[in-house]
């Protein structure tokens, strides 16, 4: 018999979103009709911005033309896409980011599992808790980790809890770390980073020699000017960070798909012998053996984010899921809830009421006010005791959710 990859085997997700289709599918059972509001899913939900559709049906008619046809583009992505996005997303915000180190993909959920095949076994990594359940599962099948306790945490791994007591920034980690995974916008927080919160880690990360793992997915939904949108605006950081960036969230790729990640040349890892080796070098190498590219027209679809109208409508649509926020936060505070986030992502992180867990707000929220949302404790062992609401909905959905929310009472 063929054996598996019995890494798979110590797998705990796959647990959240699974018990969350079960308990509404048991819900809809006894109550058959009841209007559900799902404010629990990180997808978006608005129509995709019309100057990336007219980029795409602009490009299809080019593949209907021999002397326009594309077939294979180049792994990295075309040059016209990775120029944009250098100049547009690192550039114009100051950072000495070239086309060269933009690597265009099909998604950084993709890209931020990827990565691990250019980094060795030995590494020491470090999560946050609550966390993008994709960075700890990727290294459980990598083999990285060793198997779940009872409290869904790995062996091997380092948890740098994010609650209300920090702040929601994750602590600097008191036994030393190779790798790290900041993700800013935090999902599933909503916590924004100040650059002197990453100018600690990237002061960490080139003091130690460890690389930090950016994941910007929500950049674009940053409302307070003084927050970076980048990790390359923070000094030093070209010496120590890869960053993952999409255009799922800022641009309603999710079903679209396009993303990039940037990896500065001369960010260096060593080999065992301790020779310096490029990781630039390594990505390139690991694209071009094991992807073929975006296509053509997503990749028209993209730039177009870029263009001056595709730049007004995208800010339209983060304006509009963050007015949802805001307005989610307003409800929940007027009902007396403690409320985080949703300032600066798409994301209100709610404590539950004294008494309550992560589940059993839950399962009142969906009896009672046939409301979906994510149960903190989902994303890790400190978000027990704290709720995810989504603002990707339509405005009346969430007008809906709040009015039932407010007759709830607390
Ligand atoms: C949505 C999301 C992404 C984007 O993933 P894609 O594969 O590009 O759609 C990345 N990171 C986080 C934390 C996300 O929530």
């Known amino acids: 018999m063929v054996k598996v990859n019995e890494n798979y085997l110590k797998l705990k997700a796959g647990y959240l979103f699974p018990e969350i289709a079960r308990r509404v599918k048991a819900f809809q059972e006894i109550n058959p009709g009841a209007p559900l509001i799902r404010l629990g899913i990180g997808d978006v939900t608005e129509p995709l911005p019309e100057a990336c559709r007219l980029a795409m049906k602009t490009a299809i008619d080019d593949m209907g033309r021999h002397e326009d046809f594309h077939g294979y583009g180049p792994e990295q992505g075309y040059a016209w896409l990775r120029e944009a996005i250098a100049r547009h997303d690192f550039q114009a915000r100051g950072c000495a980011i070239t086309a060269e180190e933009i690597f265009v993909s099909d998604g950084s959920k993709c890209d931020s599992s990827n990565i691990l095949d250019i980094l060795g076994e030995e590494n020491r990594i470090a999560v946050t808790d ?27 791994l380092t948890y740098l809890p994010i609650t209300a007591a920090n702040g929601f920034v994750a602590p600097l980690p008191s036994t030393p770390v190779d790798l790290i995974y900041l993700c800013f916008p935090n999902n599933p927080t909503g916590a924004g980073a100040s650059r002197a919160h990453l100018q600690q880690w990237v002061d960490y990360a080139r003091s130690h ?94 730039e177009a ?18 007015e949802n926020a805001a307005i989610i936060r307003r409800e929940l505070t007027a009902a007396g809830f403690e409320v985080y986030g949703g300032e600066q992502a798409p994301y209100v992180w709610l404590k539950t009421p004294a008494g309550t867990d992560s589940w059993g707000f839950f399962d009142q929220l969906l009896s009672r006010a046939h409301v979906v949302g994510t149960p903190g404790s989902g994303f890790g062992a400190a978000g027990e005791g704290y709720f995810r609401l989504s603002a990707f909905n339509s405005r009346a959905n969430v007008n809906e959710a709040m009015s039932r929310l407010r007759a709830l009472g607390t």
């Open 209 to 302: 020699g460890s690389l930090i793992l950016f994941d910007a997915a929500y950049e674009a939904f940053i409302q307070d000017p003084d927050l970076p949108h980048s990790i390359y605006e923070i000094e030093g950081a070209r010496e120590c960070a890869i960053e993952f960036r999409s255009f799922s969230k800022n641009a309603g790729f999710t079903g679209t798909r396009c993303a990039f990640t940037v990896v500065p040349r001369g960010l260096m890892g060593q080999s065992s012998t301790a020779e310096p080796v490029e990781l630039w070098g390594l990505w390139n190498r690991r694209q071009c053996t094991k992807f073929n590219g975006v296509s053509y027209v997503v990749q028209r679809g993209a």
């Open 305 to 322: 984010v870029y263009s001056a109208e595709g730049q007004v409508q995208i800010k339209a649509l983060i304006n509009f899921y963050m």
């Open 130 to 156: 609550p966390v993008y359940p994709v960075y700890v599962d990727s290294n459980v099948m990598a083999g990285r980790t060793g198997d779940a306790d009872g409290q869904g945490q790995y062996g091997g």
